[in-house]
């Protein structure tokens, strides 16, 4: 990707109408808004949502929405094909080509599926055809789906080496308190560092339809910023969204600004990508060997570990105060932790992850 490249999601609550049916306009006004943004030089991925309830307003007559994973993703099955033809058309009108990008958790957990991943993007880019990548519903195991589409969108904008990401959704952005329960709730202009002070502040998603909310925007803002890509939440149904969020206005959603230190790609995969297999608890001194002086960890400083892991699987390494400090991919197994003064984890294979 270029150094002007940005990763647009749009929520299931702002692709599909009050019917669930798709939202054409909304489709349309997204096309024209990424068929400027490339005019200028822009190279965009489209994240999309919305195959589930898309499928079940096909195939449901009505019913009530079913609950049960396989039904679901029986149901995503029928919506995808609708969802992508809708795409197709939408772009057709800006003259682009679209291609169609499914992904599951395993093309991110491993690495050489990730690079191909990011290949696969990078070709369709070169021959000038939108990415439209949506998660694999149909097909993925109910325990290692990503649960939202936001979370995807972080983990794509990574993968391309994104600049910007933005999340268009249903609401203005990340407000003070929930409108519902608080009507003097403002909009938050800019977050310059995400901390737990924002939980209290991103609920539940609110229309029952989309698997997200601004929980987990606000997590995906915290994986795509610690990556250095500047974030935008913000509203799919105003005009020009998209163009608006990458130029930086302040009075439009809001803006998660990067960290200064971007973390490697490599290692952005190791933090945000991979999934973890076990947990390993260190000592005080362990701690201030990696957190102050950058050292790898080492089986001294282990306290007690969790997790059947085997060399090259990643990890959660914890604090005395079980505290989350850092995530690694250890060299030794679960079995060769009873003993020995080996690298555990060396600092090459390390991310810390606390927050300042």
Same mark, same amino acid.
């Given at each position: 990707?270029?150094?002007?490249?940005?990763v647009?999601?749009i929520?299931?609550t702002?692709v599909?109408?009050?019917r669930?049916g798709?939202?054409?306009?909304v489709l349309d006004a997204v096309?024209?808004d990424v068929?400027?943004?490339r005019a200028?030089?822009?190279?965009?991925?489209?994240?999309?949502s919305?195959a589930?309830?898309?499928?079940?307003a096909?195939v449901?007559?009505?019913?009530?929405?079913p609950?049960?994973?396989?039904?679901?993703q029986?149901?995503?099955a029928?919506?995808?094909?609708?969802?992508?033809?809708?795409?197709r058309?939408a772009?057709?009108?800006q003259h682009l #080509?679209?291609?169609?990008?499914?992904?599951?958790?395993?093309d %991110?957990?491993? $690495?050489?599926?990730? =690079?191909? @991943? *990011?290949?696969t993007?990078?070709?369709?880019?070169?021959?000038?055809?939108v990415?439209?990548?949506?998660e694999?519903?149909a097909?993925?195991?109910e325990?290692?789906r990503?649960?939202?589409?936001d979370?995807?969108?972080?983990?794509?904008a990574?993968?391309v080496?994104a600049?910007?990401l933005?999340?268009?959704?249903?609401?203005?952005?990340?407000?003070?308190?929930?409108?519902?329960?608080?009507?003097?709730?403002?909009?938050i202009?800019?977050?310059?560092?995400?901390?737990?002070?924002?939980e209290g502040?991103?609920?539940?998603?609110?229309?029952g339809?989309?698997?997200?909310?601004m929980?987990?925007k606000?997590?995906?803002?915290?994986m795509?910023?610690?990556?250095?890509?500047t974030t935008?939440i913000?509203p799919?149904r105003?005009?020009?969204?998209?163009?608006r #969020?990458v130029?930086g206005?302040h009075?439009?959603?809001?803006? %998660?600004?990067? $960290?200064?230190?971007? =973390?490697s @790609? *490599?290692?952005a995969?190791?933090a945000?990508?991979?999934?973890?297999?076990?947990?390993?608890?260190?000592?005080q001194?362990?701690?201030q060997?990696?957190?102050?002086?950058?050292?790898s960890?080492?089986?001294?400083?282990v306290?007690?570990?969790?997790g059947?892991f085997?060399?090259?699987?990643?990890?959660e390494i914890?604090?005395?105060q079980d505290?989350l400090?850092?995530?690694?991919l250890?060299?030794?197994?679960a079995e060769?932790?009873?003993d020995?003064?080996?690298?555990?984890?060396?600092r090459?294979d390390?991310?810390?992850?606390?927050?300042?």
């Amino acid at each position: 990707m270029t150094s002007r490249s940005v990763v647009v999601k749009i929520g299931t609550t702002s692709v599909t109408d009050a019917r669930g049916g798709i939202a054409h306009d909304v489709l349309d006004a997204v096309a024209a808004d990424v068929a400027a943004l490339r005019a200028e030089g822009w190279s965009v991925v489209v994240v999309t949502s919305g195959a589930i309830t898309a499928g079940w307003a096909e195939v449901g007559e009505g019913r009530p929405r079913p609950s049960e994973s396989i039904t679901l993703q029986a149901v995503s099955a029928v919506g995808q094909p609708l969802l992508m033809d809708a795409w197709r058309r939408a772009f057709a009108t800006q003259h682009l #080509a679209v291609g169609q990008v499914l992904l599951a958790p395993l093309d %991110f957990s491993h $690495r050489g599926q990730y =690079l191909h @991943a *990011r290949s696969t993007l990078e070709a369709l880019g070169s021959l000038g055809v939108v990415a439209v990548v949506n998660e694999n519903d149909a097909v993925a195991d109910e325990e290692i789906r990503f649960g939202d589409n936001d979370r995807l969108a972080a983990l794509v904008a990574n993968l391309v080496a994104a600049s910007h990401l933005v999340l268009l959704t249903d609401t203005p952005g990340l407000l003070t308190a929930d409108p519902r329960l608080d009507p003097t709730a403002t909009l938050i202009d800019v977050v310059a560092s995400i901390d737990t002070s924002l939980e209290g502040v991103a609920g539940r998603s609110r229309s029952g339809v989309g698997s997200g909310g601004m929980a987990s925007k606000v997590a995906a803002a915290r994986m795509a910023t610690w990556s250095g890509v500047t974030t935008v939440i913000a509203p799919a149904r105003e005009a020009t969204p998209l163009r608006r #969020a990458v130029r930086g206005q302040h009075d439009f959603g809001t803006t %998660f600004e990067p $960290r200064p230190e971007r =973390l490697s @790609a *490599r290692k952005a995969w190791i933090a945000f990508a991979v999934a973890s297999a076990g947990t390993l608890r260190i000592n005080q001194g362990a701690l201030q060997a990696l957190e102050n002086h950058g050292r790898s960890l080492l089986r001294v400083g282990v306290e007690s570990f969790s997790g059947d892991f085997v060399e090259g699987d990643a990890v959660e390494i914890l604090g005395p105060q079980d505290q989350l400090l850092a995530k690694g991919l250890v060299r030794v197994s679960a079995e060769g932790l009873v003993d020995g003064d080996d690298v555990v984890v060396h600092r090459d294979d390390l991310v810390l992850l606390r927050m300042s």
